[in-house]
């Protein structure tokens, strides 16, 4: 990360779009530049006061920074993980953790995804925190999804496969019954050993191709038996905040502003096809 973009994290609690950011107007910014303008504008929705979900992967990690130094100029949070490495994190800047068992709601959740589409459906897991990110978005009142102008699709599994917990017994059973639903999985390895989840289960990567109806293949994954949680995220965002270069947008559920013309003009932005 440049000079200028830890200046601007020391900025605390400073809008994202009203500050004065030089790095911005000096050159075009790169991905994680975003991910960083769209946490820091995410993280603005938090109150004082608040019991907050803390998602999992980089732009969640700008989001828990950046919250670590509102806390530490005086807000006053407590903080529900999705994952070991949020957990250690949100530790390491200042936040008072609780776990999901303590609490009966979340107030506010701030994630990212991997893919969204106008619907304000997603894919979630490319990080592995699938089930965790998923109980605790379930709880929320208020889900805020930060993510880079990237992440945007017109249909969910054009780029991204789905991510799939499985439980390591028995995965062949569960491999098969994905594949017959038209997702060709493949277990996820680092370094030619299986990946393993904080839950101690496997992860199954389904490349689907683009999905037609989310919802619908998000319930019929589900019914899998061996399957612990699926990584399509049904109508599980409230808040989408999307950064593109040096700016933000903000899209609310259910607002007037239309989320199929805000798609065609950021993919216009990035040179990519209209939804
Ligand atoms: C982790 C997730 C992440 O939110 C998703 O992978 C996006 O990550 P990043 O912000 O690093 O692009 O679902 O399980």
Redesign the pocket.
């Known amino acids: 990360m440049n000079d200028d973009l830890i200046e601007w994290y020391g900025s605390g609690e400073k809008s994202a779009i009203g500050a004065p950011m030089r790095v911005n107007q000096r050159k075009a910014m790169s991905r994680d530049a975003e991910?960083i303008l769209a946490a820091q504008r995410a993280v603005e929705f938090v109150r004082d006061g608040q019991l907050v979900g803390l998602?999992?992967?980089?732009?969640?990690a700008h989001a828990i920074r950046i919250l670590g130094k509102r806390v530490e100029a005086g807000l006053s949070i407590q903080g529900v993980p999705t994952?070991n490495a949020t957990e250690q994190l949100a530790r390491e800047v200042g936040i008072e953790l609780v776990s999901l068992n303590q609490v009966d709601e979340i107030d506010i959740t701030i994630?990212?995804?991997?893919e969204v589409d106008p619907q304000f459906n997603m894919i979630?897991?490319?990080?592995?925190?699938?089930t965790r990110?998923k109980l605790v978005a379930v709880a929320s009142k208020k889900r805020v999804i930060a993510?880079?102008q990237s992440?945007l699709v017109d249909r969910l599994g054009a780029r991204f496969p789905i991510?799939v917990e499985v439980l390591p017994f028995g995965f062949r059973v569960v491999a098969r019954a994905l594949d017959s639903l038209g997702c060709h999985p493949k277990i996820r390895e680092i370094n030619g050993t299986p990946f393993v989840t904080d839950n101690m289960n496997w992860i199954v990567d389904c490349a689907s191709g683009p999905v037609d109806d989310p919802l619908l293949l998000e319930q019929e994954i589900k019914q899998i038996s061996g399957v612990v949680e699926c990584?399509l995220f049904a109508r599980l965002a409230d808040v989408l905040v999307i950064a593109c270069r040096d700016d933000v947008t903000v899209l609310e559920r259910g607002a007037s502003r239309n989320s199929v013309a805000v798609w065609n003009q950021l993919s216009g932005a990035r040179g990519g096809k209209s939804v």
């Open positions: 991910k998602g999992t992967g980089s732009t969640a994952s994630d990212g995804a991997d979630k897991g490319g990080g592995g925190a699938l990110e993510v880079d992440k991510p990584g």
